[in-house]
């Protein structure tokens, strides 16, 4: 079911709240998706999925080099975060990009702490990775 971003449901939203586990899919240079387990945050405003990672990690790797790749929406690495709850489950797609930059990391930090309950264990090579939602899915009622 395909949810209005310029007017995701109450519902919807709240779900994106909640604590749940997470999954973030990246694409692998030979086109293969690589799912991974992850803390998501959605800021409906921002237009923004975000997702604490390692700067050496493969799922930040698939994302810079699919970067300058050209996508049906544009330039960037197509991704999506998903979760679900017993039968509510919650897709964001996006393009995303990888940012050191401390503010927006601790924005990131931020937002995990107040979504997850807990504040994110130090990391020097923390980056952010930043998801320009483009299309949510989902069914939560």
Known sequence: MSIDLGDPPAAYLSFWRERHLCTLT??????????????????PEAGLARVLANKSSRKVAHVLAASGVEGPGGPGARVAVCQVAG???ATLEGVAEVSAEPGRVAEGMRRYEERYGRVPSPNPDRVVVEIRVTRALGKVG
Not at 26 to 43: A, M, N, W
Request: no cysteine; glycine share 10%.
């Open 26 to 43: 990246t694409l692998r240079p030979d086109g293969t998706p690589h799912v991974v387990p992850v803390g998501v945050t959605f800021d």
């Open 87 to 89: 039968r509510r489950w």
